[in-house]
């Protein structure tokens, strides 16, 4: 079969589900064909490994160490494909590699311009991952809103590739908006043909509309918005709002979305989401319900810690529970707010701001027999909490909030040392780590060796290993060559576990991550004995 390109753009407004309804359509084409997913930023930074996670939502790391846009995160879930840092563009990088080859010489003698060079500098680069992928299926997504200036190089390039590969080879997804505006009671599809009609100006049709709205589409409004996009009726979708994204794959298969993308590419699709509808409907039906605190400093943006929330959900179907998250602002040091909660994450981050309320959190879970779950500076904090509160180094911190303390228990990388540029230059990807035998995230991982994602640049200073050892604190997973500490957990605890890495980003529906699952089994266990079942 020729190789196949799926293109998703968006229009009306932002923030529609783009990423998510193409997380989708790849679920659904995943059970008969290799399906690669490409991102397509506007802004200019080289990756969002930069930016404020308050601002963008969070920076999902790669196995090969890439840091991309949270959209990513979906793909992975959803395809159940690790990605590659290749497939992701922003303009920012894509005018680096185009300044890299002018310098070169690649284009002596030309005048380099947006259209042809750059549009076809992109253009190349999406048969290039098709073909270093080998894959059946590529989807590319369009990021921001038709219209907008910082991707029309991007549409330009698409557009191009159409030419290129074969309309037959090409298939047109535009995501839409579809309000019923307050008091009117009824579906308004005007914005929906002016941003099928700004696709157009852009030499682009539609084959498939995706409509986003709060109910599904009545059949005389899908019949105009297919009239005005030269399109049948079913070739309109709805994008239902629902309370739960991982259904979207199975409401759209309900409208047919599978035999739509086959007749269009001429290829036969067979889906399987059997396994998928039973983990949701095991959700849906849970009656057991339980309160996990995540206490951080980014809580505005819930965004900022997407694949924690993701992994929990996951936890959810695949362990028969409801979960309500209690967010709790790590700036604040009182922890009378964690009663009544049955399990606490500290999740990653940076800097001073918040890390003395994570350590008072991080006590009393200890303290308290509370479940706790750390990840990366949660790992970091409870180190620190340690060595003050049990091996009595009261002055204990990390370098990163205070480089003149007397105990350095965290300390900077070696290799981070004198590094300038922020971008790029962590600790990152996956790197493997070596459990204890007979440690609980031995049994967690039901074996002794670990692959999992990192993003950071201090470490728990080996010159602390023992001091730290000697009070019962457990480094239950180290480096192969035994210098960083990747887990550590306390054995007479009901679940007190941390880990450098972290874990939420590959854990998905089918596969829960090991030690998000362990913190949400033992949270049951401790409502069960602390509240009563």
């Known amino acids: ?95 680096d590699e185009i300044r890299k080859k002018e310098r070169r010489g690649d284009y002596l003698g030309k005048t380099v311009q947006m259209i042809p060079h750059v549009s076809n500098f992109i253009m190349e680069h999406f048969l290039k991952v098709g073909r270093e992928s080998d894959a059946d299926v590529v989807l590319i997504e369009i990021g921001g809103t038709i219209g907008d200036i910082e991707n029309e190089l991007y549409i330009d390039a698409v557009r191009s590739l159409s030419r290129k590969v074969g309309r037959e080879n090409i298939l047109f997804v535009h995501l839409t908006y579809v309000p019923i505006p307050y008091g009117v009671d009824e ?45 049948d009726a079913d070739g309109i979708i709805t994008g239902v709002d629902v309370d739960d994204v991982y259904k979207i794959p199975l409401s759209f298969e309900e409208q047919g979305l599978s035999q739509l993308v086959a007749r269009r590419l001429n290829m036969s699709v067979s889906v399987d989401l059997e396994k998928w509808k039973r983990l949701i409907e095991k959700k849906e039906s849970a009656r057991k319900e339980i309160v996990i605190a995540i206490a951080g400093k980014y809580t505005s943006l819930e965004d900022s810690y997407a694949s924690i929330i993701e992994a929990l959900k996951h936890c959810e179907a695949n362990c028969a529970v409801r979960i309500k998250v209690e967010w709790v602002d790590s700036e604040g040091e009182d922890v009378s707010v964690l009663e009544g909660v049955d399990g606490v994450i500290v999740p990653g981050g940076f800097g001073s701001r918040g890390t003395e309320g994570k350590i008072k959190v991080i006590e009393y879970c200890r303290e308290k027999g509370l479940p706790f779950l750390g990840i990366c500076y949660g790992l970091q904090m409870a180190v620190i909490e340690f060595a003050r509160n049990v091996c009595g180094l009261k002055d204990a911190n990390t370098t990163e909030v205070n480089g003149a303390c007397s105990h350095a228990v965290v300390d900077i990388l070696e290799e981070q040392k004198g590094i300038e540029n922020k971008g790029g230059t962590m600790r990152l990807g996956a790197h493997r780590a070596l459990i204890e035998k007979g440690s609980k995230v031995f049994d967690l991982y039901r074996g002794g060796e670990v692959l999992e994602r990192h993003r950071h640049r201090y470490e728990v200073n080996p010159d602390y290993h023992e001091a730290l050892k000697g009070k019962g604190l457990v480094l239950s997973g180290m480096s192969p060559d035994g210098t960083l500490v990747e887990f550590i957990e306390l054995k007479d605890h009901p679940y007190f576990v941390a880990t450098q890495a972290h874990p939420e980003l590959k854990s998905s529906l089918l596969k829960p991550a090991p030690l998000f699952k362990g913190l949400v089994e033992a949270s049951i266990s401790y409502r069960d004995a602390v509240v009563g079942d």
């Open 187 to 231: 579906q308004k599809s005007k914005p929906t043909q002016q941003s099928v009609n700004l696709l157009r100006q852009k030499g682009i049709e539609p084959d498939i509309i995706i409509a986003r709205c709060s109910e599904m589409l009545t059949e005389n409004i899908k019949r105009k918005i297919a009239k005005f996009g030269n399109l």
């Open 1 to 95: 079969m020729q190789r196949k390109y799926i293109v998703v753009t968006g229009g009306v407004l932002s923030g529609l589900g783009k990423g998510i309804a193409m997380a989708s359509i790849g679920n659904i084409l995943s059970a008969s064909y290799k399906v690669v997913p490409i991102k397509c930023d506007g802004y200019l930074n080289v990756d969002p490994g930069t930016m404020n996670p308050i601002e963008h939502g969070e920076v999902f790391v790669l196995d090969d160490g890439g840091e991309v846009d949270m959209d990513f995160g979906h793909y992975e879930r959803f395809l159940g494909t690790p990605c590659r840092f290749d497939w992701n563009l922003t303009m920012g990088r894509v005018f």
